[in-house]
């Protein structure tokens, strides 16, 4: 069965960027897009962008253009995305999530809590 | 962007009772829409897609329907367990969006 399986919540202060994991298992990684989508407390959900593993190709929502930067490792399943020049704004709850070959998301992480604090 | 607007933003419900909840999208998006339910401290969880797709495992009281711009999600018969906050989301074209979400309560 599909589990996507993420790092753990980080703390992190203002300026500084943060990288988090998404570790993917019972399917073939490098066959499907790996999407990311952020959602702030008590506010709804945002599309980040997607990594093809198989290639690397990346496609990015414009917003998130020089805010978060998606990489993948074949050997090790595991999608990456990096946060950088963090602000209070960026503090939220990241999903990684896959809909194999669909823009739906039937497959979640369990989400990692990223709060930009001092 | 293609804005999704969801309606209402909140309603209570008896047990056994049907709601329905609507999703307004900024242009046609040919009925590429999915519905999630998030509990408190979950991943969504994916309940239709396609507009009206019952996804594998939902329980059949679930059921979407819509086309062009105006999208629902009715539930038959609501349960203690349907409590939560419902997404829409259009999967039409890039960047994906989602509607802001509708909580769902037992009255």
């Known amino acids: 069965q599909v589990q996507l399986q993420q790092s753990g919540a980080e703390l992190v202060k203002p300026g500084s960027s943060v990288k988090i994991s998404c570790k993917a298992s019972g399917y073939t990684f490098t066959s499907y897009d790996m999407h990311w989508i952020k959602q702030q407390p008590g506010n709804g959900l945002e599309w980040i962008g997607w990594?093809?593993?198989?290639?690397?190709?990346?496609k990015y929502n414009q917003k998130f253009n020089g805010k978060a930067t998606l990489t993948a490792d074949k050997s090790s399943s595991t999608a990456y995305m990096q946060l950088s020049s963090l602000t209070s704004e960026d503090s939220a709850v990241y999903f990684c999530a896959q809909g194999l070959l669909s823009d739906w998301f039937a497959y979640w992480g369990q989400g990692t809590l990223v709060t930009v604090s001092s | 962007d293609i804005q999704m607007t969801q309606s209402p933003a909140s309603l209570s419900a008896s047990l056994g009772e049907t709601v329905t909840i609507q999703c307004r999208a900024s242009e046609d998006i040919y009925s590429g829409l999915a519905w999630y339910q998030q509990k408190p401290g979950k991943s969504p969880q994916l309940l239709i897609y396609g507009a009206s797709s019952l996804q594998d495992g939902v329980p059949s009281r679930f059921s979407g329907s819509g086309s062009g711009t105006q999208y629902s999600l009715k539930i038959s018969s609501m349960q203690t367990e349907d409590e939560g906050v419902y997404f829409c989301q259009q999967g039409l074209k890039y960047p994906l969006t989602f509607g802001s979400g509708t909580k769902l309560e037992i009255k």
């Open positions: 990594i093809y593993p198989g290639n690397g190709n990346t």
